[in-house]
């Protein structure tokens, strides 16, 4: 009875553990600092899971004959218990507001272990008191069973509901093929999926074709012959063509090619500053319009755009100011709604809605996450999306929105999966499935031939690695615990320590120039925020500035400064403020700079415009904005985070060449080679002696297109 009763108080939903007596949490076995009203707060909702319990109960149950301050209380009380959760109000997991009502637990409580009832065999002959201990022992044992079996049916019933094929459904490959399948689409008919490869062992060229192959079939038939660095494809209304978005320097733009073979036709031209998932296109139901993502100019984000297949004139849809960018279009199957993401800076995106017919835009749910994929339902009455969502490292997650309501629901498929698809009639799902990793390497510089040796070995994703002013640590994000988190090494990688709050997501540490503290983001609730931690006490403390969801941040070389990106709306860019806290400086008038970094002299800052095929630019201290100019002579970078400053100059992996490290001279403007790779580099550290170079490297990188039949 005692196990029973143990089991019937303790409740495990994701990692953690409630135990309800002891008033204790746990996350993955280790005990959490919580406690007092949070704690009682969360119990309260852990009783009534999916049901909305409102601040008028939660009142009574906590504070029924005492006068205080409850809306701050339970405000407070909230807080705390995302904080610990790593839950957001936004795009929660857990805990769900319900404005001016209440709170629901949303999450996925585990079932309770139904207890084993024992047999119990009496001989009747054993007389009146024998009888009455056995039928003491009997109805304790039945009063029991009956609350564990009651509480499994309230549980049951009360329990958030998940789409009932996340327990029966298997995603099984459509493609396996060598190199990377992408893109999925089907066919009006749903017998063909249109999609990108780049693995043709016939052609030497390297790149993504497109293809199409009937379901049931393992015959590829190629629509093109222009090995490119993306392709996003969509079919007609009619299934006699299939219109496809290029990415492909300046022969980037929108095509079309009979679908069963034959030449293509070039729309028009685009420009992509944003990343490659931003491509996809979609066409109208009726054949007259494809919606793409465009930029008026390579400096400008992506806003969305019609294209008139009658005309090839081109209409903007209504701009929203708050959008930094706009893609991933999908018409819905009655051709009465153009969907889209808005990015608003950093993982912060909102999935619109706006009427064909004229109106504006309309909000169906916004996520703490970073959108990669978008499609309608058959129905119409839901919008199935993939996400990159914080401490997801290099997983994408497949997700369903009800349009009417906003409301949520995850879609549990094993594995990353990005650009999901519906079939016409619903009842199949495609995705494109990425499995990779990244894993850290250290070269010579003064021996480039020399081979490169790992550092800190891991099955999870880690990047961002940092030398110490003195060479002798290591600074680097990684997701060995699951959850990416901060971490210090001694330069041969040995002596692991993690330096952030391993409850929050963080990343992109820097050193403070004595080498006694780093800087480094983090998301410990509604935005990303910059900590600062003394290596030696390993306790972060927020930097606390006028700026409100910033990110990448950089020491000036006096260490009385740290540089960062700010993402809040209306005032995005590069910034920087005292170490100590204060109020930020604006450093340029560039709304996509990004990862600032000072000269060793002290009298200029860098920064990449753009995160990827990134332009360098910089800016005299003390800055002005609008003074901020491109470093000349030196090209494009693979992307923002691809360059790192030494005295004399800057090295670096340009966009054209992404397993090439550069090194740029600032006196003879020269650009020489430095070492070659086997891999797209990701980042890059240089040890203050110059000697050796740090780097992130991914892991071999293959997709497949994934396909699941009864979908609906």
């Keep these: 009875m005692a196990d029973v009763e143990r089991q019937l ?96 637990f949303i999450g996925e409580l585990e079932a309770p272990v139904q207890p084993i009832v024992p047999v119990v065999t009496v001989e009747a002959e054993r007389g009146s008191y024998s009888r009455r201990v056995w039928l ?30 996340q327990a029966v459904l298997t995603a099984v490959p459509f493609t396996a093929l060598p190199g990377r399948a992408i893109s999925p689409a089907f066919s009006p008919d749903g017998s063909r999926i249109a999609f990108a490869w780049n693995g043709d062992p016939a052609h030497g060229d390297k790149g993504f074709d497109l293809y199409v ?62 990343t490659n998932v931003f491509t996809p296109i979609d066409w109208s139901p009726d054949g007259k319009w494809i919606a793409f993502a465009d930029s008026a100019s390579e400096e400008e984000r992506a806003r969305i755009y019609l294209l008139s297949m009658e005309t090839l004139e081109t209409t903007q849809i209504p701009i929203n100011p708050t959008c930094i960018g706009e893609g991933l279009p999908a ?15 950093g993982y912060d995106a909102v999935l619109y809605s706006l009427p064909i017919r004229g109106g504006r835009p309309k909000t169906i749910s916004s996520f703490r996450a970073f959108p990669r994929g978008l499609t309608w339902s058959a129905d119409d009455e839901k919008l199935i999306y993939s996400l990159k969502s914080l401490g997801s ?5 497949l997700g369903e929105v009800t349009v009417e309501s906003g409301s949520t629901k995850q879609l549990a498929f094993a594995g990353s999966a990005t650009l999901p698809t519906v079939s016409p ?63 210090i090494s001694s330069d041969d990688g040995t002596n692991l320590v993690q330096i952030s709050n ?35 006490e390993r306790k972060p403390r927020k930097l606390v500035t006028n700026i409100s969801d910033v990110t990448r941040p950089h020491w000036s070389r006096d260490g009385k400064w740290i540089y960062f990106r700010s993402n809040e709306p209306g ?52 800055a002005q904005p609008g003074t901020e100019s491109k470093v000349d002579g030196l090209p494009r970078l693979n992307n923002a985070e691809l360059w790192t400053l030494s005295r004399a100059g800057i090295y670096f992996v340009p966009a054209d060449a992404p397993r090439f490290l550069r090194y740029f001279d600032f006196a003879s403007k020269q650009i020489h080679p430095i070492l070659e790779v086997d891999k797209d580099i990701g980042d890059l550290s240089v040890s203050p002696d110059g000697h050796w170079i740090l780097y992130s490297q991914f892991g071999d990188v293959n997709s497949d297109i994934m396909l699941v039949d009864h979908f609906r």
């Design 136 to 165: 003491k022992f009997a109805a304790g044992v039945l009063a029991v069973s009956v609350f564990a079996l009651g509480a499994l049916a309230v549980y049951r019933w009360h329990r958030p509901q998940r789409p009932q094929e």
């Design 9 to 104: 108080r303790l409740l495990r939903f994701g990692d953690f553990e409630a135990d309800l007596r002891s008033g204790e949490l746990r996350k993955a076995g280790v005990k959490l600092k919580f406690g007092g009203q949070p704690f009682q707060v969360l119990s309260i909702l852990l009783e009534h899971p999916g049901e909305v319990v409102t601040r008028d109960e939660l009142q009574k149950r906590l504070w029924p004959d005492t006068f205080v301050d409850v809306d701050h209380n339970l405000n407070t009380a909230i807080n705390k218990i995302r904080e610990v959760l790593g839950d957001s109000a936004e795009s929660p997991r857990f805990v769900e507001t319900l404005p001016r009502r209440g709170y629901r």
């Design 393 to 397: 490292g290099l997983s994408d997650e």
């Design 502 to 536: 391993p409850t929050f997501v963080s990343g992109s540490p820097q050193w403070s120039p004595d080498g006694n503290r780093i800087a480094f983001d983090s998301h410990p609730g509604e935005h990303w925020e910059i900590f600062v931690a003394d290596v030696a």
């Design 331 to 345: 018409f819905s199957h009655n051709g009465e709604h153009l969907a889209f993401w808005c990015l608003r800076g």
């Design 213 to 274: 192959k009937a379901l049931g079939s393992e015959t590829l038939l190629r629509l093109t012959q222009h090995p490119s660095e993306w392709i996003s494809p969509a079919w007609s209304p009619d299934g006699t063509q299939i219109a496809f978005h290029r990415m492909a320097g300046t022969d980037t733009g929108i095509y079309v090619v009979p679908a069963l073979g034959g030449p293509e036709r070039k729309l028009r031209s685009t420009r992509m500053p944003m």
């Design 571 to 622: 005032r995005m860019g590069v910034y920087r403020c005292p170490t100590s806290g204060g109020v930020a400086i604006a450093i340029s008038n560039d709304i996509n700079g990004i990862n600032p970094r000072e000269s060793f002299d002290g009298k200029t800052v860098y920064f990449a415009s753009n995160y990827e095929k990134s332009t360098l630019k910089q800016v005299a201290l003390p």
């Design 425 to 487: 009639r619903g009842d199949k799902l495609a995705y494109s499935s990425l499995l990779t990793n990244s894993d850290i390497w250290r070269r010579d510089l003064l021996q480039p031939e020399s081979p490169a040796v790992e550092l800190i070995p891991s099955s999870r994703a880690q990047f961002d690695a940092q030398y110490s002013p003195d060479g002798k640590r290591i600074a680097f994000a990684s997701l060995r615990t699951g959850l990416q988190g901060v971490w």
